[in-house]
C-alpha cells in the first residue's frame, strides 16, 4: 500500500521557516517524482514545487515562492523535504506532497498530475 504522510506544518510568524517532510512508503521513491501542492483558504490547489526523480537534478518552483522554498530528496530514507523560507502570510494553506512517474516536474506541478496524493499538513504564516 502506498503512503504520503506530510509533517512539519505549524503555526509561524512572517518572515520565519518551516520544514516540511514528504515520507513515502510503499513504492521505490527514486524511480518518483515528487511534488509539494498547497491549497489557500477560499482558493484552488496549485502546484508549488516539484523534483525529478532518481537524483533530483532538475526542480521546479512557481514563481510566488522562488529564492525562498528548496524542494530536496533523500531517496534513502524515504523522504522528501520543502524548506520554506521568509514566510509570508499568503503562504498560508494545506501542503500537500505527491508522487508520479513519468512526468515531467513542470507538467507536474503545472497540471498537478501525480499517481499518489498525501492527506496534508496544514501551514499558517501570522503574527
Known amino acids: 500500500q502506498v503512503q504520503l504522510v506530510e509533517s512539519g506544518g505549524g503555526l509561524v510568524q512572517p518572515g520565519g521557516s518551516l520544514r516540511l517532510s514528504c515520507n513515502v512508503s510503499?513504492?521505490?521513491?527514486?524511480?518518483?517524482?515528487i511534488g509539494w501542492f498547497r491549497q489557500a483558504p477560499g482558493k484552488e490547489r496549485e502546484g508549488v514545487s516539484c523534483?525529478?526523480?532518481?537524483?533530483?537534478?532538475?526542480?521546479y518552483y512557481v514563481e510566488a515562492v522562488k529564492g525562498r522554498f528548496t524542494i530536496s530528496r533523500d531517496n534513502a530514507k524515504n523522504l522528501v523535504y520543502l524548506q520554506m523560507g521568509r514566510l509570508k502570510p499568503e503562504d498560508t494553506g494545506v501542503y500537500y506532497c505527491?508522487?508520479?512517474?513519468?512526468?515531467?516536474?513542470?507538467?507536474?506541478?503545472?497540471?498537478?498530475?501525480?499517481?499518489?496524493w498525501g492527506q496534508g499538513t496544514q501551514v499558517t504564516v501570522s503574527s
Open positions: 505527491a508522487a508520479d512517474s513519468g512526468t515531467a516536474v513542470q507538467t507536474m506541478c503545472d497540471r498537478q498530475w501525480a499517481d499518489y
Open positions: 523534483i525529478s526523480s532518481y537524483d533530483g537534478s532538475t526542480t
Open positions: 510503499g513504492l521505490i521513491l527514486d524511480y518518483y517524482g
